[in-house]
């Protein structure tokens, strides 16, 4: 049987055209398709601005710059890509970690607790599972900002907004594996606010008031031309392409509803409309059940194995130990990632499900 990979980006001859194109005609970086692209997703989450990057890690570690949480601390959730954390690093604050919720497995409200010094809390979005916004933002209080980590979220919806128009700034990655691409690495930042955006437009072009005049310590985080002309493309079919995703986690959970030894993921409500970067399984057993879905010619991956805060690196330069956070740590040990991209068929999810359910059945 054909492997099923965890994921698949799809790329057509109009994106590559349109990236030859580009690279034939515009500016090879800030060219016109950048800010078409940048005006565009905007548009698409509702926002007065969008700031294209260099990628989603760039693009959370500007947006904490330009909200000025040097010498702070900002909330995030340990259940995440450590680059959620690594953000907060260099952007010169403190990360502080607030556990995750078993109910969607993202940042649990309950465990938001700010204190004077705390300058943000940065919700992540996780597997495209939208944050439960209003609970954080009651949490957080007023002066406190909220920063999207939308970086898996693109085109989810929170009462009927997207994700990226929740908080004082939002951060996106067009990484290959995201819903959608650049064509390699990329990051966009949507804020409603003027001076943030701005400032961010300066930051990351090495902080530039004119051509050879910068008036801040810049960088070099500016998304290449040609990959926003990929973006453009792709931002055309997000909608099609999220769809055909919920599509296929009903396909999953209707298959699957009859296996008690898993969990499903929370399938969504009148509120909250997920877009499954990822759908991802929980379960006792989860490497013994990796394990009999490689032998079937299927790829699963854990997303995530080791929580932020016992990644070596953060146990050494903050003194973080295994029990900090309970349910962040046992959900690492439980969740497990099943193949979900847009051309994925019906007949390859079945086969998937087929696999899941023959496991159990031969341990009962």
């Not at 700010?114 to 007023?142: K, S």
Request: charged share 25%; hydrophobic share 40%; glycine share 6%.
């Amino acid at each position: 049987m054909n492997k099923i990979p965890v994921s698949r980006p799809t790329v057509t001859d109009e994106m590559v055209e349109a990236m030859a194109e580009a690279v034939r005609n515009e500016r090879m970086v800030l060219g016109e398709s950048v800010f078409k692209f940048e005006e565009e997703f905007a548009r698409y989450t509702g926002t007065k601005h969008a700031i294209s990057v260099s990628s989603g890690t760039d693009a959370l570690i500007l947006a904490l710059i330009a909200l000025n949480v040097r010498g702070k601390e900002v909330i995030t959730t340990p259940l995440s890509f450590i680059a959620t954390a690594n953000a907060v690093v260099h952007a010169g604050a403190t990360p502080v970690f607030a556990d995750a919720s078993a109910k969607d497995l993202n940042l649990d409200p309950a465990e938001v607790r700010p204190v004077r010094g705390t300058a943000a809390v940065m919700p992540v979005h996780l597997f495209g599972q939208p944050a439960r916004m209003d609970e954080l933002r009651e949490a957080a209080g007023e002066k406190v900002k909220i920063v999207e980590d939308a970086c898996q979220a693109h085109g989810a919806m929170y009462k009927g907004r997207k994700a990226g128009s929740l908080g004082d700034a939002a951060c996106f990655s067009f990484y290959a594996t995201k819903n959608m691409t650049v064509g390699g690495d990329g990051g966009m930042i949507t804020t409603d606010d003027d001076r943030l955006a701005a400032d961010l437009r300066k930051l990351r072009d090495c902080g530039r008031v004119s051509r050879y005049v910068h008036d801040v310590f810049g960088f070099t985080a500016r998304l290449n031309t040609a990959n926003a002309a990929f973006g453009r493309v792709q931002l055309k079919h997000l909608d099609e392409w999220n769809e055909r995703r919920r599509a296929i986690a009903r396909r999953y959970a209707e298959k699957l509803k009859d296996v008690p030894e898993i969990v499903l993921p929370p399938m969504g409500s009148k509120d909250i409309v997920p877009v499954f970067h990822l759908f991802v399984i929980q379960a006792d057993d989860r490497d013994a059940l990796a394990r009999t879905l490689e032998a079937r010619n299927i790829d699963t991956a854990v997303h995530y194995p080791v929580p932020i805060h016992l990644q070596p690196v953060y146990k050494d330069a903050f003194g973080f130990s295994k029990g900090s956070y309970p349910e962040s740590e046992r959900l690492a040990d439980r969740v497990l990632s099943l193949p979900v991209f847009p051309t994925l068929t019906d007949e390859e999810v079945d086969r998937v499900c087929e696999a899941i359910i023959d496991h159990y059945e031969g341990k009962r």
